[in-house]
Structures are given as C-alpha cells and as structure tokens.
C-alpha cells in the first residue's frame, strides 16, 4: 500500500479521521513519540495495529481520548487519586490504568482486564481524535523493537507501506513514552517514567512508589504489573555501554576503551574533546536529552556504530525517564566510576 504524508490542516486531519473512522490505521503525532493510531473499540483496526508493528499480542495499548468525558464510558471505577491526576496533568503525557469496561476488546488491553488511558495535549492529536468521534488506540509507531519515533520521517523509515497515512506534526515536544501509572491502595506506582516526573506525582500524593522493572532487569518469569517492561525495547545495533561518571572521568575512561568503531553519546562535544572519536552530542540537559535520545539512537544505527559509549543522564525529574530508556538501549550495562 501507499503511505501518504499529510499535513496538519484541516483537510489533511479530516482525512486522517476518516481513515480511522473506516478502521485503518494512521500515524499521529502527540508531545510524547508518535503514536500509530486506530479505533480502540474495533477489534479488527486494533488488530492491524499490532500487524503493522509486528508487537507480540500481550502487550496492551494505550488508549486516547480528547475530552475527560469520554474516561466514563471507558472505565469501571475512576478512584479519587485518579480525578487529580487529570486535574494537574491532563490533557498531558500521563497514563493511568484503570478496570476496564466491556467496551474495550481484549485485544486492545492486551488480554488484561485493565486499561490504560491518556488525554494527549498535543493540539493536532487530539483534534484527530475529536474528529474521528472515538477513542484512539495508540502505540508508539515504530517497529517493534526499534527507537519511539519522534519525527513523521523516523514513522515513515518504519511504517512505509504498512500504514496509509502519516500526519507530520513537527518533532515530538517530550520525545520519550507516556509515565504510566497505576493505583494501589491510597497510591500511585510509576509503572513506566515518564516527562510527568514522581516529583510532580509527589504533589498529588505522599505515596508514590517506583515499581521495581523501572531501573532492573527483570527475569523472563516474573509476573509484571506492566507488559512491555518485558519486552527488549529500544535497542540499536550497537553494544551500548552506560558511563556513570562526571565528564573528566567520562573522557579518561573512552579514552582508554574507545576504538575507532566506537561513537560517544555525549552531553557537549568537551566530553570527548581531544579524544578524536566519533559522538552525538544528546543535549545538554533532562529535557533536551528526552527530546533527542531516540533521534541520537536511530543516528548510531544510521552510522554503522559497533560499540557505543552513553554519558549517564541524571535520574530525577524527566531523566529517570531518559535513564530508562537508555538503560534498555543498553541492555542494563552500566559501568559506575
Ligand atoms: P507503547 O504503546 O509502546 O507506549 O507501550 C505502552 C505500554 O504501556 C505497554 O507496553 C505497557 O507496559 C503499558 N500499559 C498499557 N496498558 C497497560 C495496562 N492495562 N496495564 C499495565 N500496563 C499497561
Ligand atoms: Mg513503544
């Protein structure tokens, strides 16, 4: 099939509308990663879904909505923890998992008998999701098992033929998934970190706990509370290496493990100065590195990289949720100096 590039005018996402509304699927852009986007209520469109990412069929999707009067219909109980986290953090880069209602299909939750729900504040996205008239499933749209997609052309290098239409709606904002939540007792465990940080959850509630699959590797059998910290995401060809160290330390270390395959993933080009090795410079801080590690991991696949040597990201605030990331990218190797 041809894959159409659409621009974000009215038009554009008119159509974007009405393919979901005629069950395909289409790649949307939300301040998170992009999304690939079909009817969360169809089981078929849902179903394609997972056809086009080739995603094992337990891992749930997120389903978004536009307006928080669509969260009732939904959803069996909305715990009070709940209506103040949309309060503080909706339409935003929250997920909250709740019991689900018939209405979703089992496909959509992954077979579990919860769900996932999230109100994008990117603009375009929930206009799409408006104008469809229904819940919008989303995963990110990449492949399975390569980087979230923060641009319409990393979507396109993936889902080119796959899907009919893609929205370019500029580069993601956030640039890392959704913080998925869920509550327990009179708290929130952060299933998966995200740019709505614990510190800002902390606000809501004293009792915010960071489920363990966060920071280590789980075992193949361990019953998770969040499907896809299972799965070895985010991985480019590369052996990536985590450096936690400060930047002298950093550059007496590639200096002496570095060879001329390696590329250093960087906070200032000063981390490597006078190393003469190769580097992608990720941003100088949380936010900046959130926007650019996934671009920065397409980019060593892009340049052959064999072996690859990360700065380590701070772990508060947004950059747990960029350690995270990395840490998968890197298959947990961390070397602490
Ligand atoms: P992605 O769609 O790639 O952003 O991944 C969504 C992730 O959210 C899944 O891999 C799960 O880890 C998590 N998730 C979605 N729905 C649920 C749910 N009902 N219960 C627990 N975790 C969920
Ligand atoms: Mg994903």
Redesign the pocket.
């Known amino acids: 099939m041809e894959t159409k590039l659409l621009s974000t005018d009215d038009e554009s996402l008119e159509y974007a509308a009405e393919l979901l509304r005629n069950g395909k699927v289409v790649g949307i852009p939300t301040e ?2 992009y ?1 690939l986007g079909a009817n969360a209520l169809d089981i078929n469109a849902v179903g394609d879904i997972f056809k086009a990412k080739g ?1 094992p069929q337990d ?4 389903v978004h909505i536009s307006e928080l009067s669509q969260l009732d219909g939904l959803v069996e109980d909305i715990p009070d923890l709940a209506k103040k986290c949309a309060e503080a953090f909706w339409p935003g880069p929250l ?1 909250m ?1 709740f019991k ?1 209602k018939a209405i979703i299909p089992d496909t959509t ?2 077979g ?1 008998d ?3 729900i999230r109100m994008p504040s990117n603009k375009v996205a929930r206009k799409i999701i408006s104008l469809a008239g229904v819940p919008i499933a ?3 749209a990449n492949l399975s098992g390569s980087p ?1 997609p923060t641009t319409a052309m990393h979507v396109f290098k993936d889902m080119n033929g796959r899907v009919p239409a893609i929205v370019d709606g500029g580069m993601s904002a956030v640039g890392v ?2 913080t ?1 939540i ?1 509550f327990e007792g009179d708290g929130i465990r952060i ?2 970190p995200g740019f709505i940080s614990k510190e800002d959850l902390t606000e809501i509630t004293d009792n915010v706990i960071i489920d363990k699959g966060v920071l280590e590797q789980l075992s193949p059998d361990t019953v ?6 299972k ?1 070895r995401h985010y991985s480019p060809t590369a052996d990536v290496t985590i450096i936690d160290a400060d930047a002298d330390k950093f550059r007496a270390f590639i200096s002496e493990h570095a060879d001329s395959e390696t590329v250093c993933l960087v906070f200032d080009e000063s981390d490597c100065e006078g190393t003469g090795l190769r580097f992608i410079n990720y941003g100088a801080n949380s936010k900046q590195q959130a926007q650019r590690l996934f671009d920065a991991l397409r980019e060593l696949d892009e340049i052959g990289a064999k072996k690859a040597f990360a700065r380590c990201p701070e772990k508060t605030g947004v950059g747990l949720a960029v350690y995270n990331r990395l840490l998968r990218a890197a298959g947990f190797q961390v070397i602490k100096l």
């Open positions: 998170t990663v999304g995603r891992n749930p999707l997120i997920t998992i689900k939750s992954g579990l919860t769900v996932g989303a995963p990110s979230s998934e959704s998925v869920n299933l998966r998770v509370r969040s499907p896809g910290m799965y």
